[in-house]
T-cell receptor
């Protein structure tokens, strides 16, 4: 079965600093989703990557897919308190029309 | 506004009782999903349905049951056979296909006393 490992598990950054979250798959990635979650709430879609080398940005958040490494990275530039939350990656499972998720990365931003 | 609703937000039950969690969507999506979220474990798939009157077991279906009698509704029953039911439950829906975004509801936190 496909598994996703996210790193780090949690991090605390000073407001204004940059940060990167990684998501590594045990199998080939055919599509990779990034979601954000506030504690006790539902998931908010950030972006979806399909092709190797693809890079997408939304405001100050950029995600990239490295197919060879079976890895995706999420980069936040000039972090703000509004960026705090749990970031989850989800990979498309080739057969079954479903996603498998990583354990999540908890981000705290100190102001 | 289109979206997914889950009710109730918080649910308390005594051990040994069955409980049903509601999930309704007005996005006209064919596919619906139920996930369980525990601290430090991310989301795990319980059941999913790609079309009305059809559903498949996910990775942790034991102790749960679902029905899909209507396109917009996908209720989840947590039975007394589920050994550790206390968790945060999330419902999602999407258009069919591998690369379509899943939209999530706000979740239901179930606590079994």
């Amino acid at each position: 079965s496909q598994e996703l490992e996210q790193s780090p598990q949690s991090l605390i950054v000073q407001e204004g600093k940059n940060l990167t979250i990684n998501c590594t798959s045990s199998k080939t990635l055919y599509g990779l989703y990034w979601y954000k979650q506030k504690y006790g709430e539902g998931l908010i879609f950030l972006m979806m990557l399909q092709k190797g080398g693809e890079e997408k940005s939304h405001e100050k958040i950029t995600a990239k897919l490295d197919e060879k490494k079976q890895q995706s990275s999420l980069h936040i530039t000039a972090s703000q308190p509004s960026h705090a939350g749990i970031y989850l990656c989800g990979a498309v499972v080739l057969y079954g029309n479903k996603l498998v998720f990583g354990a999540g990365t908890i981000l705290r931003v100190k102001s | 506004d289109g979206g997914i609703t889950q009710s109730p937000k918080y649910l308390f039950r005594k051990e040994g009782q069955n409980v049903t969690l509601s999930c309704e969507q007005n996005l006209n999506h064919d596919a619906m999903y139920w996930y369980r979220q525990d601290p430090g474990q991310g989301l795990r798939l319980i059941y999913y349905s790609q079309i009305v009157n059809d559903f498949q077991k996910g990775d942790i279906a034991e102790g749960y049951s679902v029905s899909r009698e209507k396109k917009e509704s996908f209720p989840l029953t947590v039975t007394s056979a589920q050994k550790n039911p206390t968790a945060f439950y999330l419902c999602a829906s999407s258009s069919p296909g591998l690369v379509n975004e899943q939209f999530f509801g706000p979740g239901t936190r179930l606590t079994v006393l």
